[in-house]
């Protein structure tokens, strides 16, 4: 025991001697809260980035500050960082490398800041990048290299800027395979390349928010609205009044071109939006608890193929992501769900890559998951009625039958013919005549059988009603239980 009280004591002291160091890069600072792997510096007045922060921290939240530069490798001493928060701060801009040994980082948030333009280099290297937060800045202008090499790019905000000009043509199937929120409502776009608008990936076109632009009404743009609109998207669904458009661009002449259409009567809708993507949507049903197979057929013929499932209760599913032994991806993209659930049900969209010709195409499922029909017949149910019925029965027999014993003096009961068993008289054996009934007194409990044998040694059945109440229970118990056994 002194030993190991030694023992702790010396790591307690070499803890407290790392922690007291200066300069550690362990040392939490003094105007931070450090919680497990996150630290917490928002609301302290910085107006430069803490000196050490812990290495082994993933969350760094640093909002509500007065940042306002982010030189390069700002982050290198925080190579696990996945979550960092620097919204509501003065940045304007950021120099080149600035997250040089940070490329785990997944979620980035710089919403809020003084930045007018997206450099081509602020993103570099955070090839694990999932969420990508710029709304509510002074966004200007994004460069046309902006998002290449954010390859796992889920969701981007860019919303609430000034906007004129997006690179929409580089974001494609293979650079972007999981990007499916581009929102850039509450900009300053007039005029959009169309046709690299109908070549964005499915998944990008659903969730492609642009309302609250100054987007100029014409044919052009009227048919891409009208073609999401028929196919049900949220985007429009959810902001409908927010989609306007101005005639010859006057402001004064805007309308809501999702609820009046009469502008647009002239419009030829009849040529397709998404090329060269094909889309397969079919529905399957299912009842709870079965196993159901959902398969990923499309129009690329190439057997060097990448499947990604989008699902609406577990999101992406991959065959490295797959963690959960009841789900299998097979290697022809078909995707199994061993015991479907009610939380199962929505829109899973499949989406297969070809990666040497640059192509995809896109299988979208609507499984919907039914509760089982109410059994008409509950085989527990009726085994647990029958259960009790019989011991009903059985406590009756016991308790309230009147037995023959020497504790109890009886009448002689009256005389009634025997009858011999016939079956063919059976119920007539449980239902005594009227003749017979006029003998019964009023206050009989209980009419049973017993068995007789006659002279002739033929075995009859007499039914005997009794004209007493039962002796005492457990005589009478104890006597039937011996008679059973």
């Known amino acids: 025991h002194g030993y190991l009280n030694a023992s702790h004591a010396h790591f307690l002291l070499s803890l407290l001697l790392l922690l007291l160091l200066p300069g550690s890069e362990e040392t939490c600072p003094s105007i931070c809260l450090c919680v497990s792997d996150a630290v917490i510096c928002s609301s302290s007045g910085l107006s430069k980035l803490p000196l050490s922060v812990p290495s082994f921290s993933t969350t760094l939240d640093l909002s509500h500050n007065h940042l306002s530069w982010l030189g390069p490798g700002s982050f290198k001493r925080m190579p696990r960082l ?281 299988r979208e499922v609507n499984v919907t998951v039914l509760l089982p029909a109410a059994e008409s017949f509950n085989t527990g149910y009726t085994t647990l009625l029958g259960c009790v019925v019989t011991m009903i029965s059985i406590l009756v027999y016991l308790y309230l039958t009147p037995c023959r014993c020497s504790c109890c003096k009886q009448p002689k009961p009256p005389v009634i013919p025997i009858a011999t068993y016939d079956p063919s008289t059976l119920t007539s054996v449980f239902s005594p005549s009227a003749r017979d009934q006029s003998k019964i007194q009023t206050n009989k409990h209980v009419a049973f059988m017993e068995p007789m044998l006659s002279e002739e040694g033929t075995q009859r059945f007499s039914p005997s009603f009794f004209l007493v109440p039962p002796c005492k229970v457990q005589l009478c118990m104890a006597q039937r239980m011996r008679k059973l056994s």
């Not at 079965?290 to 013929?301: A, E, K, M, N, P």
């Not at 991806?329 to 199962?344: C, H, M, R, S, Y």
Request: with cysteine; proline share 2%.
């Open 82 to 362: 996945e979550n960092l928060r620097m919204a509501h701060n003065q940045l304007s801009s950021m120099g080149i490398g600035v997250f040089h040994n940070a490329s785990g980082l997944r979620h980035l948030d710089l919403s809020s800041n003084k930045l007018q333009v997206v450099e081509q280099h602020y993103f570099q290297g955070l090839w694990r990048l999932e969420e990508l937060l710029l709304y509510n800045n002074k966004i200007a202008q994004v460069e046309s290299s902006t998002l290449i090499g954010l390859s796992s790019l889920k969701k981007a905000y860019f919303s609430l800027n000034q906007i004129t000009h997006f690179p929409f043509f580089s974001i494609q199937d293979h650079s972007h395979p999981f990007l499916t929120m581009l929102d850039l409502s509450s900009n300053r776009m007039s005029r959009l390349p169309w046709e690299d608008v109908k070549a964005l990936p499915r998944l990008v076109q659903r969730g492609l928010y642009l309302h609250n632009n100054s987007l100029i009404c014409d044919c052009s743009m009227y048919s891409v609205f009208w073609h999401w609109d028929l196919r049900g998207y949220e985007s429009l669904k959810d902001f409908t009044d927010e989609h306007t458009c101005t005639i010859l661009g006057d402001q004064r002449g805007s309308i809501r071109f999702l609820r009046y259409t009469r502008f647009f009567q002239n419009c030829s809708m009849e040529k397709a939006v998404s090329q060269p993507l094909t889309v397969l949507l079919s529905n399957v049903l299912v009842s709870e608890g079965r196993r159901v197979r959902l398969d990923c057929q499309t129009s690329l013929s190439s057997t060097d193929l990448s499947f990604t499932w989008l699902s609406p209760s577990k999101g992406y599913i991959t065959e490295d992501s797959i963690n959960d032994t009841l789900i299998s991806l097979f290697p022809n993209g078909t995707l199994e769900i061993q015991a479907a659930k009610v939380n199962d049900s929505g829109l899973y969209v499949c989406t297969a890559v070809d990666i040497k010709q640059a192509l995809n195409a896109t």
